[in-house]
């Protein structure tokens, strides 16, 4: 059986709009990876630092599903917006 495969995003959000078009566009992507939403947006509390704003964690199946989400054309489309209207971490980590 293969580990499940983590989105871990940490972000500043620059340009709300901007960031709702990646939004938008990202939901086909994840779906037909069999990914789902374990965290977005939410209270946050930071206690050893800075906070970027926003929290994103997405689980697949494995950690392949996640790495070809990622790579996948519909995901890269929408990733332009993204990049353009936040800043922060984006790692992909596969589960224990």
């Known amino acids: 059986m293969s580990k499940k495969g983590y989105w871990i995003v940490i972000l500043s959000v620059t340009d ?3 960031y709702q078009r990646y ?5 086909d992507a994840i ?3 069999g990914g789902r939403y374990l965290v977005r947006g939410g209270d946050v ?3 050893e630092g800075s906070d970027f704003g926003r929290h994103v964690v997405v689980e ?3 950690y392949e599903a996640a790495l070809n989400c990622y790579r ?3 995901y890269q489309r929408a990733l332009v917006h993204r990049r353009a209207a936040s800043t922060g971490h984006f790692v992909i980590v596969e589960g224990a």
């Not at 939004?23 to 939901?27: H, P």
């Open 16 to 18: 709300p709009q901007g």
């Open 23 to 27: 939004r938008d566009a990202i939901g």
């Open 31 to 33: 779906s037909n990876f």
């Open 45 to 47: 509390t930071n206690p």
């Open 60 to 62: 697949f199946d494995s």
């Open 72 to 74: 996948s054309e519909a």
